[in-house]
């Protein structure tokens, strides 16, 4: 039965959406959203078309490029397992459209057209998915309610339930009750959310699995070819990277390494690597009368005892932790912490500051003994400090960080089984 929030919601989509588009001209962000949806259906008619015929078609949504990155390893298993699944992935956001719009293992990369009833049965009448894969969350009910009545099999993966979370308000608990049934397969994050999904939203079909980002990060710190030529400059060294940092971070990172008496070998990566933002970086380091090296520009006399090497281009961050003792992770002075587990596979401490409710994973690290929360300046000297004069406490926190990773490995192994089981009653009936 359909919650009355759900009747709500179909009914005013359509007069929001009106609305939204109507003063998009006056939105940069809304006037995006609606661009690059126009053509969708189009565009995916003429890929569809010269398509093969095939016996099991997968659609993966994710909101994002976080999300998407816990489907990776799940997909790149189905995909050498059976080369003949043909793949669709669609995205909200235009961040992970933009990131992954030429993802190889992909028929189809598209964004996710506007939720309507209409709009879902033009979707799912093109894709004909045998399967949904959502990632974590982004519950579109009309697609999702689609694509049941068109006999694909739904599975939620990566699922949290955190407490405050909009779920569990009582007017949305309802609609969130109706759409979590809907799905065949629920897999959490973790044995609490199992809980909750089965306690509070009597979702019998929750399972605990894990989070696939941890065998995604383990995967890829197996390959550090790109950041091969700087080894050499930084062996034998301590060395802290300081990954996706906002100038917040800067006000107190900065301050924090000056004052340290045995300072380790800096290398900063922004979160925004365009001529504004390192502009306005370069300033502040030359207003500090800090001594710095662009990667772009990195010659044979850079020293990395007396300069600080700063990144200006895009795709080293994750494979440059590989070179750290100790990793410093942004975010945590904004909106929330980037990612925590890049770093912490490698068997390195962590280092973030205080908004990182929004990622369990970065508060069980913590709890693990694998990171440090900071607040200002003085902590972070204090833990800086205490991490490059006590190598044992440094290697101490670094194996928990690395054995943090390690032992939650194995959730893309539970849901890709999940998958083929379904592959198979399928293609072998």
Avoid at 61 to 78: C, D, K, M, N, T
Avoid at 209 to 224: H, K
Avoid at 316 to 328: D, G, H, K, N, P
Avoid at 358 to 386: C, F, Q, Y
Wanted: proline content about 5%; some cysteine.
């Amino acid at each position: 039965m359909k919650s009355p929030a759900f009747v709500l919601y179909s009914l005013f989509l359509p007069v929001f959406l009106g609305i939204a588009r109507l003063f998009s001209p006056l939105h940069p962000k809304l006037k995006t959203f609606f661009r690059v949806r126009k053509e969708v259906f189009e565009e995916l008619k003429q890929k569809i078309g010269s398509l093969p015929s095939t016996s099991f078609t997968l659609w993966v949504h994710a909101a994002s490029v976080g999300e998407f990155e816990q489907a990776r390893p799940i997909i790149a298993v189905l995909k050498a397992r059976h080369p003949e699944i043909t793949l669709f992935v669609s995205f909200l956001s235009d961040s992970g459209y933009n990131a992954r719009k030429n993802f190889p293992d992909a028929a189809a990369v598209f964004y996710l057209p506007t939720d309507t009833r209409s709009n879902a049965r033009k979707l799912i009448s093109l894709l004909k998915p045998d399967m949904l894969l959502l990632m974590r969350y982004d519950f579109w009910p009309n697609h999702i309610m689609e694509a049941k009545k068109r006999g694909a099999t739904l599975i939620l993966a990566s699922a949290v339930l955190q407490e405050k979370a909009q779920y569990f308000k009582p007017v949305l608990k309802g609609f969130y009750r109706f759409i979590f049934h809907l799905f065949d397969h629920l897999y959490t994050v973790s044995e609490k959310d199992t809980i909750a999904f089965r306690k509070i939203f009597n979702c019998q079909q929750a399972e605990t699995a894990g989070d696939p980002r941890f065998d995604q990060v383990f995967l890829r710190s197996r390959n550090c070819a790109k950041v091969d030529h700087l080894k050499p400059l930084f062996e034998n060294r301590t060395v802290m990277v300081a990954g996706s940092v906002w100038d917040r971070d800067e006000m107190l990172l900065l301050p924090a390494w000056l004052e340290l008496e045995k300072r380790p070998s800096l290398i900063l990566v922004p979160h925004e690597v365009n001529a504004e933002n390192m502009a306005r970086l370069y300033r502040e380091l030359q207003n500090r009368s800090l001594a710095y090296v662009a990667v772009s520009s990195l010659s044979e006399t850079y020293d990395p005892e007396q300069e600080i090497l700063v990144i200006d281009q895009t795709g080293y961050l994750v494979e440059l932790y590989s070179l750290a003792s100790i990793a410093y992770v942004g975010g945590g002075f904004g909106v929330n912490v980037h990612n925590t587990l890049e770093p912490a596979v490698y068997n390195i401490p962590v280092l973030f500051g205080p908004n990182c409710h929004n990622s369990p994973e970065a508060e069980w690290l913590v709890a693990a003994g694998g990171a440090t929360i900071i607040h200002d300046v003085r902590e972070l000297s204090a833990a800086l400090k205490a991490l490059t004069t006590d190598s044992a406490q440094r290697e101490k926190s670094g194996t928990a960080a690395g054995k943090f990773v390690q032992e939650r490995t194995g959730a893309t192994a539970l849901i890709a089984q999940r998958i083929e089981r379904y592959y198979d009653l399928l293609t072998n009936t």
